[in-house]
């Protein structure tokens, strides 16, 4: 009997070690963005409601969820889940014989993410600055955006279906960095945040804003989607697969990147 329990305790270990072990282990950790001190949320104090972005995953139906486990490639395209959820074909004793081929269409059908990163200075949106070259003492200063201004990010190249891949690509982002996400936002003027800058005396103060974005890497697979039914039974086909890396600015809703500076010259 101990021979036996040294056996299981080795193919233990050895299972843990294989590569294919690790790489499942892998998949699973959930990479979620340490937002830095210097990154503040201004969700509260923003002068310009931005709309929540509240893309949840779109669940298939009964029908839909049979219909894409037949097929050999990965869908996850929440437009062609809605087009096969509105969709409904009927058993009937007259269909046993009935043969059909249906063209769906050609299609972005999943997105594989392979890096997701933050950039937090993807794009200055404000200055704030004050002359202390007279003063005696330390001036506080604060931020307060003085324009409203316009974030906007996108894909970083041209692709068939492009706003199918965005919205592919923004769900993926947002499950794997725990942020709020856009590709547009917007900073109101007049937004304001009471964290302190002391600039000292005999100095120049410059607090610079940024809006922060996350850049997403990864693969989008194509393919031309038919819909085949046979009798009673039906299917989806996927031809003419191909893949493509894609890349995207994604910015990061309600949330500012704070740099401050003092110095002894203009800048």
Not at 38 to 60: C, F, G, H, M, R
Not at 116 to 132: G, L, R
Not at 215 to 223: A, I, P, R
Request: no cysteine; charged share 20%.
């Amino acid at each position: 009997m101990k021979w036996h329990r040294i056996l299981l305790v080795f193919l233990f270990v050895l299972l843990l070690a294989s590569p294919q072990a690790s790489a499942n282990k892998k998949n699973l950790v959930n990479v979620k963005v340490k937002i830095p001190p210097s990154v503040l949320n201004i969700a509260k104090e923003n002068t310009y409601p931005n709309p929540t972005q509240d893309l949840p995953y779109l669940q298939p139906s009964d029908f839909t969820k049979k219909i894409i486990k037949t097929s050999k490639e990965k869908i996850e395209n929440p437009n062609l889940i809605r087009m096969l959820n509105e969709s409904a074909i009927n058993n009937s004793p007259l269909s046993i014989g009935f043969r059909a081929t249906i063209y769906l269409g050609e299609w972005p059908l999943n997105y594989e993410s392979i890096e997701t990163a933050p950039n937090w200075q993807y794009q200055k949106i404000n200055t704030n600055y004050f002359d202390n070259r007279g003063g005696k003492g330390n001036y506080q200063i604060h931020y307060v955006q003085e324009a409203q201004k316009v974030v906007r990010g996108g894909l970083t190249a041209k692709v068939d279906k492009a706003e199918d891949v965005k919205k592919m690509m923004l769900l993926k982002a947002m499950e794997k960095s725990n942020l709020p996400l856009s590709f547009d936002t917007i900073i109101g003027g007049g937004t304001k945040k009471d964290q302190v800058y002391n600039i000292p005396a005999k100095r120049l103060g410059y607090l610079y804003g940024y809006a922060p974005a996350i850049n997403e890497k990864g693969k989008v697979t194509y393919g031309e989607v038919y819909l085949v039914i046979k009798g009673t039974k039906k299917k989806i086909v996927v031809k003419n697969v191909t893949s493509q890396g894609i890349g995207a600015w994604i910015p990061i809703q309600d949330h500012v990147s704070f740099g401050f500076t003092a110095t002894d010259h203009p800048r």
